[in-house]
């Protein structure tokens, strides 16, 4: 898998030297008492962070919505990737899971100084609470691309690169994980039987940035 060089990355002010912080003090989702967050900042940001499901289309549509607001688009995996040198599945194989959790959190640190942006986060990053905070005391705007687990199924079953899809019934334990924290996000899209013309048309009029 070719992975995008660091250079190109930090051409745009992202420093991948960061990807190599201690361990964070936790590495497993849990669910959430909604209670447990403050308020988003009232000062928005001109940041988009789009967080979903692996085959929500977060990269596709974040791409195309990045050329509609003429702001940078930074695909988080691929900031990991160009740090490491190697693709995020040989990182889950070589490494294991924590420490790609770990790249992460720095990856996410890292990414969040820059403004305007539309940032495509991993599935999995958005389920752990420090991340959470973290984008939510950003001040930028949350939006979930939502689908259906059968779409979600068909889209990942073309996926090679995807260390965490090991087969349909994977699919489900993960996103039955991972959706209180999706619905945490301050706007839901669907992407079910839609093109990313109109799922970018439609965060478009949502006018929240």
Same mark, same amino acid.
């Given at each position: 898998m070719e992975v995008q060089g660091v250079d190109e990355? !930090? %051409?745009q002010g992202i420093d991948? %030297? +960061?990807? &190599?912080l201690p361990p964070l003090d936790s590495t497993t989702p849990r669910f959430l008492d909604f209670s447990d967050f403050e308020p988003m900042s009232w000062h928005r940001r001109k940041q988009i962070y789009l967080l979903g499901f692996m085959g929500s289309g977060k990269s596709t549509v974040g791409e195309l919505l990045s050329r509609e607001l003429r702001w940078p688009f930074i695909d988080l995996d691929t900031v990991i990737e160009a740090g490491q040198g190697m693709s995020i599945r040989e990182i889950f194989e070589r490494s294991g899971e924590p420490f790609f959790r770990q790249l992460e959190r720095a990856a996410l640190t890292e990414v969040l100084k820059t403004e305007?942006? +539309?940032?495509a986060l991993g599935g999995g990053t958005f389920a752990y609470e420090a991340n959470v905070e973290l984008i939510r005391e950003s001040g930028g705007t949350t939006i979930w691309l939502d689908c259906s687990v059968q779409t979600l199924r068909q889209r990942c079953a073309t996926m090679q690169n995807r260390p965490l899809f090991r087969d349909p019934e994977s699919i489900e334990h993960l996103l039955d994980l991972r959706l209180p924290y999706y619905r945490l996000a301050e706007f839901k899209v669907s992407t079910e039987g839609r093109d990313a013309g109109e +799922? &970018? !048309?439609q965060i478009l009029r949502l006018r929240a940035f």
């Open positions: 990355w !930090e %051409s991948c %030297s +960061v990807l &190599t305007p942006a +539309v940032i +799922v &970018t !048309e």
